[in-house]
């Protein structure tokens, strides 16, 4: 997973170019001495100062230390550095690994802009955190790359590498490859001890006027970054979403004026208590209906939320991830699988219409209709309230869907 020799060197120090002591005695900020590119160096020949069977220190002639954690899937990489015989203190490090030309790349993180590219491939991104913040790229063979940072975090995504750059508090780095997404997912969720107990979720956020479409890139951007549990508020057109979702998520307009924000519902609350919190001071059918919709799905909750605490599967992926041959699929950033058997394509207008979409090669049935389809392009009436869904017709959850459809036909 990771080469490095001096002839072709692979991990790289960041020193601080000299006059950076006198820039701070003489007043400069920190933030303009962070703006000054670093100097690089590649890093030498190493010594081995501990090898055990599933971890190594390498220790570098620049006051640089390596500490290796290893297993069959995943390698983690922990840099510590003292003052070199210049007394210059590492600032920065950056690592660099092949890359496969024909790959795509999906993620960033919370902290990245998903709202310009699905596809990360031959990208260039810069984030930023003054507090501790991960990112994650994750690839459609299963291989995957994460930094932990404060600072300046830098990705290069050329053809045939990937270059990360931490310009600020040195990272941890891990990376992972598996022969599949879904076991990608899992060690994934092992690195980062989030899977195998309780899910902790994360609330996607919205802004005034972003489109549907833009969202739902942030949503499948946080899910390829390792994020397991995503709530989506059930405001407007996001309603649609949220009822075909792991939490339900109610802004009370009272509260937000007095500064408490937002209510979540999750799968724990019953129908009674969740149809009533989404009619209290609403006159919107189509939230009434998409809470009563996510309310009826209680068992399906609880099943694909077992299957992030037990395997590290996220609950809201990209159906590519569960059709990985599937190439095309791959592309898209219009629709998401809720856990393995519900496929949801959003409406990304106010008004209906026809809805095209890519089922994946399954046998598949119309939420609304109870139409069967096979794999391929499918075109569908949507309209808000009753958005482009399918489920599995081999799911262990099919008789609970059709009740559902017929329940929520009458409302």
């Given at each position: 997973m990771l080469r490095h020799a001096s002839a072709s060197p692979a991990l790289y120090a960041g020193m601080s170019k000299p006059g950076t002591a006198k820039a701070k005695s003489e007043g400069l900020s920190d933030a303009a001495i962070a703006a000054n590119p670093l100097k690089w160096k590649a890093l030498g020949a190493c010594t081995v100062a501990n090898e055990g069977a599933d971890s190594s220190v390498l220790r570098f002639d620049d006051g640089l230390s390596l500490k290796l954690e290893y297993s069959s899937q995943v390698l983690r990489l922990f840099i510590s550095s003292a003052?070199?015989?210049?007394?210059?203190?590492?600032?920065?490090?950056?690592?660099?690994?092949?890359?496969?030309?024909?790959?795509?790349?999906?993620?960033?993180?919370?902290?990245?802009?998903?709202?310009?590219?699905?596809?990360?491939?031959?990208?260039?991104?810069?984030?930023?955190?003054?507090?501790?913040?991960?990112?994650?790229?994750?690839?459609?063979?299963?291989?995957?790359?994460?930094?932990?940072?404060?600072?300046?975090?830098?990705?290069?995504?050329?053809?045939?590498?990937?270059?990360?750059?931490?310009?600020?508090?040195?990272?941890?780095?891990?990376?992972?490859?598996?022969?599949?997404?879904?076991?990608g997912f899992s060690a994934l969720a092992g690195c980062s001890n989030q899977g195998g107990g309780e899910a902790v979720p994360l609330i996607l956020e919205t802004a005034d006027g972003e489109s549907v479409q833009v969202l739902l890139r942030k949503l499948l951007s946080l899910s390829?970054?390792?994020?397991?549990?995503?709530?989506?508020?059930?405001?407007?057109?996001?309603?649609?979403?949220?009822a075909f979702s792991p939490l339900f998520i109610l802004e009370n307009?009272?509260?937000?004026?007095?500064?408490?924000?937002?209510?979540?519902?999750?799968?724990?609350?019953?129908?009674?208590?969740?149809?009533?919190?989404?009619?209290?001071?609403?006159?919107?059918?189509?939230?009434?209906?998409?809470?009563?919709?996510?309310?009826?799905?209680?068992?399906?909750?609880?099943?694909?939320?077992?299957?992030?605490?037990?395997?590290?599967?996220?609950?809201?992926?990209?159906?590519?991830?569960?059709?990985?041959?599937?190439e095309l699929l791959w592309d898209r950033d219009d629709e998401y699988l809720y856990g393995p058997d519900l496929l949801v394509a959003p409406l990304d207008a106010s008004q209906g219409g026809p809805r095209q979409l890519l089922l994946p090669d399954d046998e598949w049935i119309h939420f609304w209709t109870s139409r069967r389809y096979g794999g391929g392009v499918a075109v569908v009436d949507a309209q808000p309230g009753r958005p482009a869904v399918f489920y599995r017709g081999k799911s262990e959850f099919a008789r609970l869907f059709d009740t559902i459809r017929q329940m929520a036909t009458r409302l």
């Open positions: 003052p070199n015989s210049a007394g210059q203190t590492l600032q920065g490090f950056r690592l660099q690994v092949n890359a496969d030309p024909h790959e795509k790349l999906y993620g960033l993180g919370p902290c990245g802009d998903s709202s310009v590219h699905h596809d990360v491939k031959k990208t260039k991104a810069t984030l930023r955190s003054s507090l501790p913040a991960v990112s994650t790229v994750f690839a459609n063979s299963g291989a995957w790359l994460r930094a932990w940072f404060s600072g300046q975090l830098s990705w290069h995504f050329d053809a045939g590498k990937t270059v990360v750059e931490v310009n600020g508090v040195l990272p941890e780095l891990a990376m992972g490859f598996s022969p599949s997404p879904l076991e390829f970054s390792g994020e397991g549990v995503i709530g989506i508020p059930a405001k407007g057109a996001l309603a649609d979403m949220a307009r009272a509260q937000s004026e007095a500064g408490s924000g937002r209510k979540v519902l999750d799968f724990g609350a019953d129908s009674a208590e969740l149809a009533a919190a989404a009619s209290k001071g609403s006159t919107s059918r189509q939230l009434q209906r998409a809470a009563t919709i996510f309310s009826s799905l209680k068992p399906y909750h609880e099943y694909c939320r077992q299957r992030w605490e037990v395997w590290g599967w996220p609950t809201i992926v990209q159906p590519a991830v569960y059709y990985p041959a599937d």
